[in-house]
């Protein structure tokens, strides 16, 4: 039988999201449903001195009224306990929840939310990252010493988290340099921007909550609602239905806990769907804004001796999960380069501006849009070409990285001679205001614990029950491929249960690029045990030994006799008298590779890359001087995913984030006023459409990984956002002779760089 690792299928959920049949939270109905709102801040600092809701109470269809003298007086977040459900005696951005109302209209509860009365002692905000570290400036939390964290967070008065990666001796390596470079680069602030909104309902049976979400990890958001309200998990239930995106927005604990306090004290069931404007005001999972500081010696050979970079990440008012960008941002400053010597840290910000986390990719594409712009200034320091720069001081198999990691493949280098091929670098029959631009990168695959459960049906099909989450990205859907692998049946012929909590076993949720890399490798585990029975009870059906048989075609069959077969269906059939078929999995995730912290420090988890993959990407852009537009009409994007599963999934990862990538580069980004957004909405914050799409040449190559994912394979979802836009901005800086040092590189600041004395190329 041919092997289906390899072969492109549809995916199984495609029909009824595209016929439009398949049901979103927003679309569930119940009886005698109310609808919630919240009401903001609208302040980005401000001391609560009074909070009244008796009118807000008393109006007509209102059933609840909630603030944080409701709920438990619990500090919650994933690395620091910094945050309650409710603004509780300070409000520390525009959009913090002071009230929830659950109504009978959603116009109802919005009245009510505006009969709400606060009074407030507005303080200063505190809003740049360079301020706030210097021990004169006020303290968004005056408490911060007595919250509690994860062992290893380091912190100080405005910093949630601080990290360092330390090798070698920096100053020894600038000693041996000839050319010292220093720059710095900014990034705005940016949405994840699904076009499902955030929603929520609530149903209490008793004492136990069913709450249906538009979370990426059920779980850990199960986990947060037990937390907040003080109950056991076992009587939290979160399922999700079809989700419309999520991009890391949609990942942590969110709004789960505030609909449900409603609904327990309403006694019936509530709904909450944001609005578009909510969605950027609201939302606690954005982009960080960032500053980057890299200063990098080379010999005039173009080899990097040292190099020395500072992060400054605006974590806005609460810390959250961003303690994972904080790391990930920290392995990023050296890319996928030989720095024997190495000093970076990164501080983690608190600001009075919106919450920021891990979306797609946290820390990776901001990181290496600066430093792949200052690999091409290196490069035109020493006189070399862009690409022959990068040939000379990419990792290569036994090198090793910032943590003292060995690399064990040399697939930066085939990816970067790959792409240049496919693109024609330098460029040729390139017109007027038009050049290419290179990016080359690396990222990681997450080891995380997952489960799963299959079992055969008595028709000859298959079920995978499993705790993983589906937010688009097709990799739920990949499971029953690789079941079918294991099984000689075909993918087709497998159902998924999956995004219920009460039914599947734990997983971490659709982030991280981690669902086949680990709930693959359970789901295989699974479906072994499940073979081990079917081929025992089709040796004694069959007579023969179990060693002689195979599975192929959707039936045992005694090797070199394919006459003597029993199609799989009459094999369960007959189990269900004896032992079911059924098996389970909880795919034991890898370590991470042996490497070096001597001399770091705060570190969490992601001091090491995991079954590492590399890319890399050239932009072909067009600028236009007079105006500033840029333009993309082509990118080339060559990865290396271990062993490729599906490749028409992974091309649509490829795809996907090429294209999200371009809208990072050239228009995402949240404007602000003091510490409040201007620009709350997709009339002012700008997304690429279809017409926008530009041509993308997708290559992969595969290099599969004993200590990875199922097969060899390694993490899809998030490389693909990571390298488009530093491959534009270096493609900008080719085609108008000088460098746009802020993310995004909107028409405005091109045309600036291009105008003004101090944008243009030394």
């Known amino acids: 039988m041919t092997s289906l690792i390899g072969q492109k299928f549809v995916r199984g959920d495609g029909l009824e999201k595209v016929t439009g049949q398949a049901r979103y939270t927003a679309d569930l109905a119940f009886t005698g449903l109310l609808h919630a709102k919240f009401l903001y801040a609208g302040r980005a600092h401000a001391r609560i001195v009074d909070i009244d809701t008796t009118a807000a109470r008393a109006m007509r269809g209102v059933h609840a009224v909630v603030t944080q003298a409701d709920a438990p007086m619990v500090r919650y977040g994933m690395f620091v306990k910094d945050r309650t459900l409710f603004a509780h005696e300070v409000v520390r951005f525009e959009g913090e929840i002071v009230a929830a109302v659950a109504a009978e209209t959603p116009e109802q509860a919005e009245a009510a939310c505006a009969a709400i009365r606060v009074v407030y002692e507005d303080l200063d905000p505190i809003l740049d990252v360079e301020e706030a570290l210097k021990s004169s400036s006020p303290l968004v939390h005056p408490d911060w010493k007595s919250y509690q964290t994860q062992n290893g967070v380091e912190r100080g008065p405005n910093d949630c988290g601080h990290m360092t990666s330390v090798k070698g001796d920096v100053e020894a390596g600038f000693a041996e340099a000839d050319h010292i470079l220093t720059e710095t680069y900014q990034s705005d602030m940016a949405h994840a921007v699904p076009i499902e909104p955030h929603a929520v309902v609530a149903q209490w049976q008793g004492d136990k909550v069913t709450i249906w979400s538009t979370s990426q990890v059920p779980f850990p958001a199960r986990a947060g609602v037990a937390e907040t309200l003080q109950i056991p998990q076992s009587n939290v239930r979160l399922v999700v239905p079809h989700l419309g995106g999520g991009f890391g927005g949609k990942c942590d604990f969110h709004f789960e806990a505030h609909v449900a306090l409603l609904a327990r004290q309403a006694r019936r069931p509530v709904r909450l ?23 990098t010696g080379v010999k005039a050979d173009g080899t990097i001796t040292a190099r020395r970079a500072r992060i400054l990440l605006n974590s806005g008012a609460y810390c959250g999960d961003a303690l994972f960008t904080t790391e990930i941002g920290l392995m990023m400053v050296a890319g996928p380069y030989r720095v024997p010597n190495l000093h970076a840290e990164v501080h983690t910000v608190y600001t009075n501006r919106t919450p920021a986390g891990s979306v797609r990719a946290p820390g990776g594409p901001e990181t290496c849009w600066a430093v792949e712009q200052h690999t091409d200034e290196l490069a035109r320091r020493v006189g070399l070409d862009p690409l022959e720069f990068r040939r000379r001081n990419l990792v ?25 091929e496919i693109a024609g670098w330098p460029g040729k029959d390139l017109a007027p205001g038009e050049a290419l631009g290179i990016a080359v990168g690396w990222w990681f695959s997450l080891p995380a614990s997952s489960g799963a459960y299959v079992k055969l049906n008595a028709d000859g099909t298959g079920t995978i029950v499993t705790g993983a989450q589906e937010n688009g990205s097709g990799s739920v859907m990949g499971l029953a491929t690789l079941a079918a692998e294991e099984l000689g049946m075909r993918p087709d012929q497998f159902s998924i249960v999956y995004q219920d909590t009460e039914s599947g076993p734990f997983d971490l949720g659709s982030a991280g690029s981690q669902t086949t890399f680990n709930n693959g490798r359970a789901v295989i585990e699974a479906a072994g045990e499940v073979r081990t029975k079917l081929l025992r009870k089709a040796a004694e059906m069959l007579e023969a030994a179990e060693e002689d048989l195979e599975l192929v075609d959707g039936a045992a069959r005694v090797r070199g006799v394919p006459s003597k077969a029993l ?45 590492p993959s590399f890319f890399c990407h050239i932009a072909r852009v067009r600028v236009d001087e007079e105006t500033g537009t840029v333009s993309v009409p082509e990118v080339t994007a060559v990865h290396e ?40 909405g997709l009339l002012g914050y700008k997304l690429i459409t279809a017409a926008d799409a530009p041509r993308v040449n997708v290559e992969l190559l595969e290099d599969p990984v004993d200590h990875g994912g199922p097969h060899g394979a390694k993490a899809v979802g998030e490389p693909p956002v990571v390298g488009t836009a530093a491959a534009i901005g270096n493609a900008i800086a080719a085609a108008a002779g000088t460098r746009v040092r802020a993310l995004p590189m909107t028409a405005e600041r091109v045309w600036t760089a291009l105008h003004e004395q101090e944008g243009e190329l030394a």
């Open 567 to 611: 199609p799989i269906a009459s094999v369960a059939a007959a189990s269900q008298t004896s032992s079911l078929l059924i098996g389970s999995g909880s795919g034991n995730p890898p370590s991470l590779p042996e490497h070096d912290l001597s001399g770091c420090g705060g570190r969490l988890g992601y001091s090491a890359f995991l079954a």
């Open 273 to 295: 769907v944001f609005t578009r404007r909510e969605e950027f005001v609201a939302t606690d999972k954005v982009r960080h804004a960032s500053k980057i500081e890299l200063t």
């Open 641 to 680: 995913f271990g062993r490729v599963l599906n490749p028409l999934g992974a091309q649509g990862q490829v795809e996907g984030g090429v294209i999200q990538s371009i809208g990072m580069a050239v228009l995402e980004g949240s404007q602000y006023d003091g510490g409040r957004q201007l620009n709350p």
């Open 396 to 420: 290569q198999a036994g090198d090793t990285g910032q943590t003292g990691q060995r690399f064990i493949s040399s697939s930066a280098k085939e990816c970067l001679e790959r792409a240049a």
